[in-house]
């Protein structure tokens, strides 16, 4: 029998004589070491896929299933054609197989014999005499590998590949960063990279929160465009791509390469957080003096204030950059964001009923978060507070998104800070924002 050779496993071939099985899985039956008696038989072969993705008897055992049968007449004399031991096709040689594939030969037909090959890995015989090896039963040791089949007077060689592809991920910058974890405020863009070190195209893949795995090809436009994750996705011919709930997300990320071995998977993690809301008030450049924030949304855009900063109820303050040369006192806002900024004095938000986020900003103050009763959890993330932080009141209890603070916290954002036995040793916290990026770096955070 010539079976057909699926590279991820072998097919099944058993024989039977006259309706009782043979033992044994083997592709030939010499029909010497039968010992049949005189008259004539009948020898049925019967190949089977059993392969996992199959789990229904019904089909595998018709659609998945083959049956040849032969007549045996012990009277008839069989004059064996002149065919030497040899090999006539195998698994193709001109690259490298995976280190968990199934490698073929497929050897001549002689009537008087059955040829036997011959396996070698790196040299050393292996115990494999018939014409598949699984590599998957093996132990590899990292690195490449050459294995050779050889019968008769014929051999073929391969590289076996078990070096794993590289896998990378950039992201576009983000509101701040510490290691993998990532936190945002809007759209973000990632773009998987890698390589390995045989020829020919690495397939990289992703997935979110455990979900399946996703071949990334680039964005849908264009091959050359990284991918888009929004809170609402975006829609490309009638179909929604990149769509990211708001809150925490685990990414898995890993490459499959030429060989078929797939890569270890890594992860990082990514929490994305509300945008602040549309301005309605801009301020830029430097202003002398107190600001009071009466109504509206006022955004301070890279600003410098020379003074203090009051918001009154149902008004909405966003920082952006720049910084605050006095304190900021908050009382029943609307929204309070505090974004990679920098606060020359104390810091007190009480009452907020939207949303209150203080992100990658450096208070120097004290800052005192109480009876905020948010829409989401209020979030200090990546920020260093030189003076302490008390929240206490605060519904739902605040977060820090998965990046933690440079800060003493007390009451409900007493967890809010690096791990404590690091900060007993003395080591610093450091989260990434954008005033740490180089400035040629800024539209990617390399890992």
Avoid at 142 to 163: C, E, F, I, M, Y
Avoid at 169 to 197: I, K, Q, W
Avoid at 306 to 320: C, D, E, I, Q
Wanted: proline share 6%.
């Amino acid at each position: 029998m010539e079976p057909l050779h699926p590279n991820s496993h072998s097919l099944t071939t058993t024989w039977s004589v006259d309706g009782v099985d043979l033992p044994g899985d083997r592709t030939a039956l010499d029909l010497r070491t039968l010992d049949l008696p005189p008259g004539t038989h009948t020898v049925k072969a019967t190949v089977v896929d059993p392969g996992e993705f199959v789990r229904d008897p019904a089909i595998r055992s018709g659609a998945l299933t083959a049956t040849r049968t032969w007549t045996v007449d012990t009277t008839v004399t069989t004059v064996p054609a002149e065919v030497g031991a040899g090999l006539l096709s195998s698994t193709p040689t001109g690259q490298a197989v995976g280190r968990d594939e199934v490698v073929y030969v497929e050897t001549t037909h002689p009537d008087d014999g059955v040829p036997a090959v011959t396996w070698t890995l790196d040299g050393k015989r292996l115990d494999d005499t018939d014409g598949d090896l699984d590599l998957g039963r093996l132990t590899l040791a990292p690195g490449n590998h050459t294995l050779t089949a050889s019968s008769g007077g014929d051999s073929r060689s391969w590289t076996v590949d078990n070096t794993p592809p590289a896998t990378g991920y950039e992201l576009s910058e983000p509101l701040v960063a510490s290691g993998d974890a990532h936190v945002y405020n809007g759209p973000f863009t990632m773009r998987l990279t890698g390589g390995d070190d045989q020829d020919g195209y690495v397939v990289h893949e992703s997935r979110v929160d455990g979900d399946g795995w996703f071949n990334y090809f680039g964005w849908p436009t264009s091959a050359d465009l990284p991918w888009t994750f929004s809170e609402s996705g975006t829609v490309i011919d009638s179909l929604t791509f990149g769509k990211l709930p708001r809150g925490r997300h685990t990414v898995e990320y890993r490459s499959i390469d030429p060989s078929g071995n797939h890569g270890t998977a890594r992860h990082f993690t990514v929490t994305t957080l509300a945008p602040p809301p549309a301005c309605t008030t801009t301020i830029t450049g430097t202003r002398n003096g107190t600001l009071a924030v009466r109504s509206g949304v006022t955004c301070l855009d890279d600003a410098r204030i020379n003074g203090g900063v009051t918001v009154g109820p149902g008004a909405s303050l966003v920082v952006n950059g720049g910084g605050v040369n006095g304190a900021i006192t908050s009382s029943a806002a609307a929204e309070v964001h505090l974004l990679r900024t920098e606060v020359n004095g104390a810091v007190v938000v009480s009452g907020t009923t939207r949303r209150l986020i203080v992100a990658g900003s450096e208070l120097r103050g004290a800052a005192v978060l109480t009876g905020n009763t948010t829409a989401d959890a209020p979030v200090v993330t990546g920020s260093r507070i030189r003076g302490a932080l008390s929240c206490s009141g605060n519904t739902p209890a605040p977060s820090d998104a998965g990046v933690a603070n440079q800060v003493t916290g007390s009451g409900q954002c007493a967890g809010l800070v690096a791990d404590p036995r690091a900060k007993a040793r003395g080591e610093s916290y450091e989260a990434v924002t954008s005033s740490d990026v180089p400035e040629k770096g800024r539209d990617s955070h390399h890992h």
